[in-house]
């Protein structure tokens, strides 16, 4: 892969919400992973498969404005329950097609290896399944919206 091409992936991770992207071209592998959003610089490392026991390069986009985050009192809740987490990076759906019934809804009881939802990644529909049975306690994700790899989707109670 050449530079122009890895400048370019790298431009795209910095200004998008993708946190990791992996590329594989021919022999050639690459992996860009983007440091956390609450730094004050966002750093883009690359690492070339060839690169693997050296150390990764680490390329550093212009500093970012420093984001104020809001205070709050209390600690943010934690689900009570088993939390399914995103497998990959993709689009979240509740259903086999647009206009179908849900795979689940918030009540609904399940059984460990049954189909929870659909995360589509690069035109494929992956089917996410439950890893633990129970009652479908909350769905954390809405129909349609973007998911990040280890993003929670479900709590199981």
Known sequence: MDLRKLKTLIDLVAESDIAELEVTEGEGKVRIVKSSAYLQNQQVMMMPQQMMSQA??????????????????????????????????????????????????????????????????????????????????????????PVEYGQPLFVIG
């Open 56 to 145: 990764m390069p680490t390329v550093t986009t212009a500093p970012a404005a420093p984001i104020a985050a809001p205070v709050e009192n209390a600690a943010p809740a934690v689900p009570e329950g088993y939390l399914v987490k995103s497998p990959m990076v993709g689009t979240f759906y509740r259903s086999s097609a647009p206009g179908s019934a849900p795979f689940v809804n918030i009540g609904s009881s399940v059984k460990e290896g049954e189909t929870l939802c659909i995360i589509e990644a690069m035109k494929l529909l992956n089917e996410i399944e439950a890893d633990a049975s129970g009652v479908i306690t909350q769905i954390l994700v809405e129909n349609g919206q």
